[in-house]
């Protein structure tokens, strides 16, 4: 029988503990360049974050002075509703009393137009007679 040989020569197991080194170093520079990348974009995504989260506070602030500026026109909307129909009813009163006057001076001028006609037709009756 043949006796196999159990041993292996030191420059050739070197050479595969380097090969073993070698893959287990570019495995690890593998590793670590993942997770730089990967620290690298969490720490981007989390800088976003953060501008997001500014950006959206200032946008609720702007959102709360909005609403206090539109509940404030409501109020002065309803305001000056009030306000204007408090003076079309002004408005309709006055005009209610011209009407009342014009009606009134319409009847002044017919009675004065009766008392004139009487009075003018007396007058050409008298100076009928004065001159006939």
Request: net charge neutral.
């Amino acid at each position: 029988m043949i006796e196999e040989n159990k041993y292996i020569r030191s420059d050739r197991f070197e050479r595969v503990i380097g090969n073993v080194y070698e893959k287990i170093n570019d495995n690890d520079r593998k590793h670590t360049d993942a997770i730089y990348e990967l620290n690298s974009k969490v720490d981007k995504q989390t800088l976003l974050q953060q501008q997001t989260f500014d950006s959206q506070k200032k946008s609720e602030k702007h959102l709360e002075k909005l609403n206090e500026t539109m509940s404030n026109i409501g109020t002065e909307m309803t305001d000056i509703k009030y306000k204007v129909k408090t003076h079309d009813d002004k408005l309709q009163s006055v005009q209610g009393v011209i009407n009342e006057k014009q009606k009134g001076n319409t009847q002044i001028a017919i009675a004065a137009i009766g008392l004139l006609v009487p009075i003018i037709y007396g007058a050409f009756e008298l100076a009928k007679l004065m001159f006939n």
